[in-house]
Structure formats: structure tokens, C-alpha cells
């Protein structure tokens, strides 16, 4: 090689080196903008970016952590401490049965958010901002209790740093996070792990309010005091706010997703409280088969099972058998996913709705409206049984029926046994199968009949009420008529 060739290639490499140490050097986004709901869904954590190290990532977010100190709460599920004059000598001694949870700043004027159940029934409520020897008071704005979040407000006199609110739907199993809190007052405690499992549905905890919503599973410890702190990825953006333990297990924290908050949030600052959306569907999980069966190349969305009169779905044009694949501005993983992304759409203001209908995908706007209480129950009554009998080559014994529930005749035919293959697949005796492959089933003798029209190795996709409530059930026909 020439030396001027030489020359040329050493100057190249040393300016790919220089640019490489000044991407280094730029910080990535680790406080936001005025509200960290402003924040675009789209922030995600580049991994090449990622902090070197824990320490780094603690001392960046250590100042935006607050401590909740509660007075006369009535929620016992937060932990009550008779020593905590001795830990923040500064409360006072007038204060009794005081109650100590998480929070983190995510407004530059004071705005705190935590978990509803660490602020729920206090008389008072007070929060401790690092490097202020004293309790600041605070307001609360707003708080919804099915999805656990609370929204503070306080005046500092030093100003504040508000954190990032991540995109949780781009989290990923295995992938690093760290959490910060006051667990037993224990003041800016760190701990670390990793994202254990996504969309996460639990039961089993203080009033059952949490079975429906979508957690973020993690081994990162959270301990009592915890509750309302978050949870980091490596870039230091909040993807989580810690929420909830198994006690009878180590290791099983769950945590509130950040774009959860983010869908909440505004409303809470505006309005105090969430005003959730309705549409009027049942829905439920697609699995390999159902996929198959609609035409859909991968396993995604979910399938829905009924669509309720004179509801904004029913107004909007969707239909049973209709696949969900994105609500808003949000695609929709799941069941329990979809739940809270309908609850937090603005009511009676448009929103797109993206389906899988008959092979294509095809977008339909609907106006949800404001969900109301609910009187009655929503499970339709099975019918009387009639008929005869009949047994059918996947495993089934049917009967005829009619269900007159709800005002208007349905009329399928009821599973009386299932056997090898429609066992197999989820058939259960009691369900009334009203469709098969889209074709309305009357009768036994019309069951019959679309089941022999369909070819040997192609998919049979059964639409069935079960206790009131549509499911699909699918499977390859295995057998010659």
C-alpha cells in the first residue's frame, strides 16, 4: 500500500473512532419532557446505549425517587411502621398509624405518581425529596383504583428532574431492570434483576382488583415499601411502576407497564379520575389453531367471541369472528392487554380500530362511549334440551337446543360428551356450538352436514357459548366421512 493510501485509511479510521467516542459521550434521555406522559410511546432503550453500570444508572435517577408518607390510611395493605419516627426523625410526633410507600417525579413542578393503594383512605399525605431534611406536603389529584395509580402534587423549593416513561411493550424477556424505593423506610433502596414474563393477569390479591390488568413480571426484590417506585430499564427509563408481590414465593414482583401509566395519566391530571371507555364486546386469546383457521400467517391479537346490540362495537360494524389486531394508536398482544388500552380511550371520541376479517385486514372506526354500571347479569340461560342424540366422528355427542336468553332465540346445538378430539381441543360438554367455519348450526342434522362438506385435513373452526359467553375452539379435520 502506498503511503498516501496509508495516510488516507489511518485519517478514516481515526475519524470513525472519534465519532464512535462522541455517541458515547451524548447522554441518552433519562428526564423528559414537562410531564413524562408527553413523552412519545416510541423511546425505547438502545442497548447501545445502555448504562455501564448499575452505580451509574442509581446516581442518575436517585434525585427524581420519592418516599410517600401517609397518615390515618385506612388501606392496611401498606405497610404500617411504629418506629418511623425513629427513621425520618423529622415527621413529628403528633403523626400515629403512618404508612410509607414509593413515588417517583414525573412533572418538573412537583408532579409525584405512585400507586393508589399506598395513598388510599389517608388523612394526610406528606412525600420526602432527597437532600430535604423535612416532609413536604402533599395534594392528591387524582387516583384510579383498578389500575393502582395515584397522582401527587407537591411544591419544592429545589427544583426537580422528571423521569422518562419508557415504552413497556418493547421490553423483553430476560432483558436487565433495576428498581428504587423505601422499602421498611429504607431510604433510596436499589434492587436489580430481570424482566421475568410480560402481560401478566394475577389474582389472589387485596379485592381482586388486579386480575385484569397486564403486568410486568420481574425478580428484581420488591419489598413492602416499595409500592409506587419504579421500575428502570438501563437507559433509566421508567417501564414500570412496582406494584404488587407474591409473599408466598420469592422472586414474583409485579409492576405496573409504563404505557399504562402514560394512557391514565392525563386523565387523572385533568380530571381527578378515569372515565373508562366502552364498546360492548366479549373477547378472547387467538391461539395456532384459531390463526389457522382465519387465514392469519401468525399468532396475534384477539378474536372476538360477541358483540353486545346497540353497543358502540355493534354501532361501529364489528362482528363476531373479527381479530383485533390494534386499538388507537396501540397494537394489542392479548386478552388482558386489550382491556386496559379500551378502558383508557377517550369516550365519544373516535378511534381506529385495526381487524383481521376474512382474510384481509380492514380498519373501522369506533366511538366509544362512557362504560356504566351494570345491572343484572351479563350470562345468558341455556335452553331446554331436545332431540336425538348424535355422534360424530371427532369424539362429540349433541343435542338440539334452543336458548331463549335475553329476548332473542339462539338457536344451536348443545354438546351432551366430548372425546379424543374435541377434548383434546377444548370442546366441553354444556357448550352450544352456534357456528361452524361461519355457517350458522341449527340442528344436529345441519352439524352433520357442513362437517362433511369439509375436506379431509383442512381446519374446522367451532364458534361456542359457554356459560354465556362466546368462545372459538379450532382443530384439523383428521378423519373421511
Known amino acids: 500500500m502506498h503511503n498516501d493510501d496509508m495516510k488516507k485509511a489511518v485519517g478514516f479510521f481515526s475519524l470513525v473512532r472519534l465519532v464512535g467516542i462522541i455517541c458515547l459521550l451524548i447522554p441518552h434521555q433519562v428526564f423528559g419532557a414537562q410531564y413524562a406522559w408527553d413523552t412519545p410511546a416510541g423511546v425505547t432503550c438502545d442497548k447501545a446505549v445502555h448504562s455501564s453500570s448499575f452505580t451509574d444508572l442509581a446516581s442518575k435517577v436517585t434525585g427524581s425517587v420519592v418516599a410517600i408518607i401517609c397518615s390515618g390510611s385506612a388501606d392496611r395493605s401498606t405497610p404500617v411502621f411504629n418506629d418511623l419516627g425513629r427513621i425520618f426523625p423529622n415527621l413529628g410526633t403528633d403523626d400515629r398509624s403512618l404508612g410509607i410507600g414509593s413515588g417517583f417525579v414525573i412533572g418538573e413542578d412537583g408532579l409525584i405518581v405512585t400507586n393508589e393503594h399506598v395513598i388510599s383512605g389517608a388523612k394526610k399525605v406528606w412525600v420526602i425529596v432527597e437532600g430535604l431534611n423535612r416532609k413536604l406536603p402533599a395534594q392528591i389529584i387524582g387516583s384510579d383504583s383498578r389500575s393502582d395509580v395515584a397522582l401527587l ?6 427544583p426537580l428532574r422528571a423521569l422518562v416513561l419508557g415504552n413497556s411493550d418493547y421490553t423483553e424477556v430476560g432483558q436487565w431492570v433495576m428498581t428504587m424505593g423505601n422499602p421498611y423506610g429504607l431510604s433510596h433502596l436499589v434492587t436489580k434483576g430481570v424482566i421475568s414474563g410480560k402481560g401478566r393477569a394475577i389474582g389472589g390479591l387485596p379485592h381482586g382488583k388486579y386480575r385484569f390488568l397486564d403486568f410486568l413480571q420481574t425478580d428484581a426484590a420488591i419489598n413492602r415499601g416499595n409500592s409506587g417506585g419504579p421500575l428502570f430499564d438501563l437507559c433509566g427509563h421508567v417501564v414500570g411502576i412496582c406494584t404488587a408481590i407474591n409473599s408466598k414465593a420469592r422472586g414474583l414482583g409485579f409492576a405496573v407497564p409504563a404505557n399504562l401509566l402514560r394512557a391514565v395519566l392525563p386523565h387523572l391530571y385533568e380530571k381527578g379520575h378515569l372515565d373508562r371507555a366502552y364498546l360492548g364486546i366479549n373477547v378472547d386469546d387467538v391461539g395456532w389453531e384459531l390463526a389457522q383457521s382465519l387465514g392469519m400467517d401468525t399468532v396475534r391479537g384477539v378474536v372476538i367471541t360477541r358483540v353486545r346490540p346497540g353497543t358502540p362495537a355493534d354501532k361501529a360494524g364489528l362482528r363476531t369472528g373479527d381479530v383485533i389486531l390494534k386499538m388507537g394508536a396501540f397494537d394489542v398482544q392479548g386478552r388482558t392487554d386489550l382491556t386496559w388500552k379500551v378502558a383508557t380511550l377517550p369516550a365519544e371520541t373516535p378511534a381506529k380500530v385495526v381487524i ?113 359467553v362466546g368462545h372459538f375452539v379450532a382443530l384439523r379435520k383428521s378423519w373421511e366421512d
Open 356 to 468: 383481521w376479517r376474512e382474510g384481509k385486514l380492514v380498519s373501522i372506526t369506533v366511538i366509544p362511549s362512557v362504560r356504566k354500571k351494570h345491572s343484572g347479569s351479563d350470562h345468558d340461560r341455556d335452553g331446554a334440551l331436545h332431540g336425538p342424540v348424535e355422534k360424530q366422528n371427532l369424539g362429540l355427542k349433541v343435542m338440539d337446543s334452543t336458548d331463549a336468553g335475553r329476548g332473542a332465540a339462539v338457536n344451536g346445538v348443545v354438546v351432551v360428551k366430548a372425546e379424543a378430539l374435541a377434548a383434546e381441543h377444548g370442546l366441553r360438554p354444556g357448550d352450544m356450538i352456534v357456528e361452524i367455519n361461519g355457517s350458522h348450526i341449527e340442528s344436529s342434522a345441519e352439524l352433520n352436514a357442513v362437517l362433511r362438506k369439509i375436506e379431509m385435513g383442512n381446519m374446522i373452526r367451532f364458534y361456542v357459548v359457554r356459560q354465556g
Open 153 to 158: 402534587k407537591i411544591h419544592s423549593p429545589k
